[in-house]
């Protein structure tokens, strides 16, 4: 029986001392090991053997990117606005020694100078460019931190601002400005419409009015055309009916129609002056009407000749 209990004791020592010098190191981790005090060694991930009861594990750290809530706090911009900034840490331990040994809290050291650089990275702007400068504030932190954090073997990564909040009055002026440029954008837009309008309109009427001109000019150079057309046909006809007169009267018997018609206009001429007025006009000698047409018969002779 006292064999049994000596040899459960024994295989419990065993299994003891086993686990104190057998470590199984997790990926992405190293623990940092300590050797009567001291720093000893790095372990890296994977099966390692350290020594019992003089060798301990001192810290564990995970080298994964971590990301780190860093608390809201208040700024005070350049304008002497206050601020509220959110915004996240991520970061990666290097150097586990380091990050051991170079800070007693990394994390409350980092959390600690990312608010301070914040803050004075924030009070040289003003407000409007805070919203504007994100991408500037964020590299600002990180080089600033990455600086420091050389030291406490850490990498910082990235700085993200997560919301920038104005106080409540700062969000209605705010928002009455942007009303205010978005209605003056409007009145912009409408007057811009209004000139382009009457741009247009003028230069409608411009058109309108040369083409009316054009159409004026067309129809008086069709006008002219046609009368000088109707012209050239009545003097056309005119020519025609002379020559057909002056062929007839060469022709046979043509003379004494000449005659004839001239005598007849001649009396009907004198029958008309007769009657104008009240006054009946009669010829002194009415034997002499015979030598009256004679003579304009005598007219007309040279005429037809030529």
Not at 15 to 27: D, G, L, N, R, S
Not at 31 to 57: C, K, M, N, S
Not at 159 to 177: C, G, H, N, V, W
Not at 208 to 216: K, M, N, R, V, Y
Request: overall charge neutral; hydrophobic content about 45%; aromatic content about 4%.
């Amino acid at each position: 029986m006292e064999m049994n209990v000596v040899a459960v004791v024994l295989l419990v020592v065993v299994i003891f001392i086993a686990a104190q010098t057998i470590k199984i190191v997790p990926e992405q981790h190293a623990w940092v090991v300590e050797r009567l005090g001291r720093y000893h060694a790095t372990l890296r991930p994977g099966l390692t053997i350290v020594v019992p009861f003089i060798d301990r594990v001192a810290y564990r750290h995970v080298l994964k990117e971590i990301a780190l809530d860093v608390p809201s706090q208040i700024c005070i911009t350049r304008d002497n606005t206050q601020l509220q900034v959110d915004a996240v840490l991520y970061f990666q331990v290097t150097d586990p020694m380091k990050a051991s040994y170079g800070a007693s809290n990394f994390i409350m050291a980092i959390t600690q100078l990312s608010q301070t650089t914040l803050r004075s990275v924030i009070g040289r702007l003003e407000l409007d460019k805070t919203f504007e400068e994100r991408a500037v504030i964020n590299r600002s932190v990180v080089d600033s931190l990455d600086e420091a954090a050389g030291n406490w073997g850490v990498k910082v990564l990235r700085y993200e601002i997560k919301d920038l909040t104005p106080p409540q009055e700062i969000l209605r002026a705010m928002q009455s400005q942007i009303t205010a440029e978005r209605e003056k954008r409007a009145l912009i837009a409408a007057s811009e419409g209004r000139r382009q309008e009457q741009i247009n309109l003028a230069s409608g009427a411009r058109e309108a009015a040369i083409q009316q001109s054009e159409g004026e000019r067309q129809a008086a150079t069709n006008r002219a055309q046609g009368e000088a057309s109707a012209i050239t046909a009545v003097a056309d006809a005119n020519a025609q009916a002379i020559q057909t007169i002056a062929a007839a009267i060469q022709s046979t018997g043509g003379m004494d129609a000449v005659n004839l018609k001239i005598a007849e206009q001649y009396v009907n001429a004198f029958g008309n002056l007769a009657k104008a007025g009240n006054t009946l006009i009669v010829p002194a000698n009415l034997g002499e009407m015979s030598s009256m047409i004679a003579s304009a018969l005598q007219i007309v002779q040279p005429i037809v000749r030529k």
